[in-house]
């Protein structure tokens, strides 16, 4: 929650230069340094055509200024945490094999509000490659445990979703065998096989045909036959 502030007479003190103190104060602009915009920017917000209408209503320049400021600070960190799908279909199948990769998307899956199914098991799958590149052994347990219950879970609450089988189905093949995580590998393989042909998705379809043709050990040749027709 942000501070009340007010000076000596009870006026508000919530000026911009306070603003940019208190950022300052808290470290956001550190935090977020690879992508942090000076806070003249949300200034010149407030002369855009698309905030007169605030304006009016608010009748005050500097009020304006200072909503659009405070809009910027909740709004900024949650916009950093959210990957859009289409990045995460392309980052993916990079993680196993870079730990910035790997780290990147963990974080940014961390921060994300998201909660439907589909996130839920990119989550999943991202806990257990990140637990490859983690040393402690317990963490790495501890990884591998809860990336493998929110799959389960992201599966419980839309099985039929053949993405999350290819995510499940990436993470059967790719941990350790001693893990036993691995019921569900013909499963999900014949799963995708069967409804391959319906996705309309043509970024979805790329995505599953790269696992199947360039990353999975499961599927001979005449069945990689399937996944190469448009």
């Not at 605030?54 to 990957?83: C, D, S, Y």
């Not at 899956?109 to 439907?116: F, V």
């Not at 998705?201 to 005449?222: G, P, T």
Request: charged share 25%; aromatic share 10%.
């Amino acid at each position: 929650m942000l501070p009340s502030w007010s000076g000596k007479s009870g006026h508000s003190c919530w000026t911009m230069k306070n603003i940019e103190y208190r950022i300052q104060e808290t470290g956001i602009h550190k935090r977020y340094s690879s992508v942090y915009y000076p806070l003249s920017f949300v200034s010149c917000l407030a002369s855009l055509p698309f905030v007169t209408k605030v304006r009016r209503l608010l009748g005050n320049p500097k009020e304006t200024q200072m909503v659009l400021t405070m809009a910027f600070l909740i709004g900024f960190p949650l916009f950093l945490g959210a990957q859009d799908l289409g990045t995460l279909r392309k980052k993916y199948p990079m993680a196993s094999k870079d730990s910035l990769v790997a780290k990147e998307l963990f974080v940014s899956l961390e921060q994300s509000a998201k909660r439907d199914a589909l996130t839920l098991a990119y989550k999943g799958a991202i806990y257990t490659i990140r637990a490859k590149f983690t040393k402690p052994i317990k963490k790495k347990k501890s990884l591998v445990r809860e990336g493998i219950a929110l799959l389960e879970q992201a599966l419980e609450n839309d099985g039929d979703n053949i993405e999350i089988r290819c995510l499940r189905l990436s993470v059967q093949e790719h941990l350790p065998k001693f893990i036993k995580y691995h019921g569900h590998i013909g499963e999900d393989k014949e799963f995708i096989l069967a409804h391959f042909a319906e996705i309309t998705s043509k970024d979805l379809k790329a995505f599953l045909r790269e696992y199947v043709l360039q990353h999975s050990k499961v599927f001979n040749d005449s069945e990689k036959q399937l996944v190469r027709i448009p």
